[in-house]
């Protein structure tokens, strides 16, 4: 089994929170189980940080039987379309914003 986490770090706008949330929730998260190969989809949101670390708001956890099923969902339609739209995603939502991918192995 190996998960891929997609973590969002940076500052969502003021007063966005809860919008940028429901996005997240009714556009991205029905693409993101549309990605071939994927058992689980967790998306997961922060509700507290730690005040020395730094701002992560979202994290999104996929995980996939094995690395075919990784490639699989990576050529996938589905994220081809999540990916264009993070431009405007960041744009409406966050004051700055980097995005990094991790895979794990149980």
């Not at 996939?64 to 744009?91: G, H, V």
Request: net charge negative; hydrophobic share 45%.
């Amino acid at each position: 089994m190996i998960t891929r986490i997609a973590i969002f770090e940076g500052t969502v706008k003021s007063g966005r929170e809860a919008e940028m949330r429901s996005f997240v929730n009714d556009e991205f998260a029905p693409l993101w189980r549309q990605f071939a190969g994927a058992d689980e989809v967790r998306v997961l949101f922060a509700s507290k940080l730690d005040p020395q670390g730094p701002v992560i708001p979202c994290i999104l956890q996929i995980t996939y039987p094995n690395k075919a099923a990784i490639e699989q969902a990576m050529a996938s339609s589905a994220r081809q379309m999540s990916r264009e739209m993070l431009p405007a995603f960041y744009e409406q939502f966050f004051e700055d914003v980097r995005l990094y991918h991790y895979e794990f192995t149980s």
